[in-house]
């Protein structure tokens, strides 16, 4: 299909294969080459949230500290306390 955006050609590779595979778990009717798509959308989603992006971890920055003392001692082991066996 003509289009003015920019293409490219991946080759099948072992580890490209691989994530295919593992996509085609999570949509198992569809085709490789939709899949190769899919695939690169939750990839940039994961790397957006991840913690080593430079937005998420300028924020983590800003409130680092933030809630310190707001759980006291054994807290934990007081909710956990409550969870049934």
């Known amino acids: 299909m003509p289009t003015a955006r920019r293409r490219y ?3 099948e590779t072992d580890d490209v294969a691989r994530a295919l595979d593992e996509a085609a778990k999570l ?5 490789r080459s939709r899949l190769i798509v899919r695939t690169i959308l939750a990839g940039g989603d994961a790397l957006a949230d991840s913690p ?3 937005d998420r971890a300028a924020a983590m920055r800003r409130v680092r500290g933030a ?3 707001a759980y006291g001692p054994g807290y ?9 066996a």
């Open 9 to 11: 050609q991946v080759t």
């Open 27 to 31: 949509w198992p009717d569809e085709p």
């Open 52 to 54: 080593r992006h430079p």
């Open 67 to 69: 809630y310190t003392g």
């Open 76 to 84: 934990l082991d007081g909710l956990r306390a409550d969870w049934p």
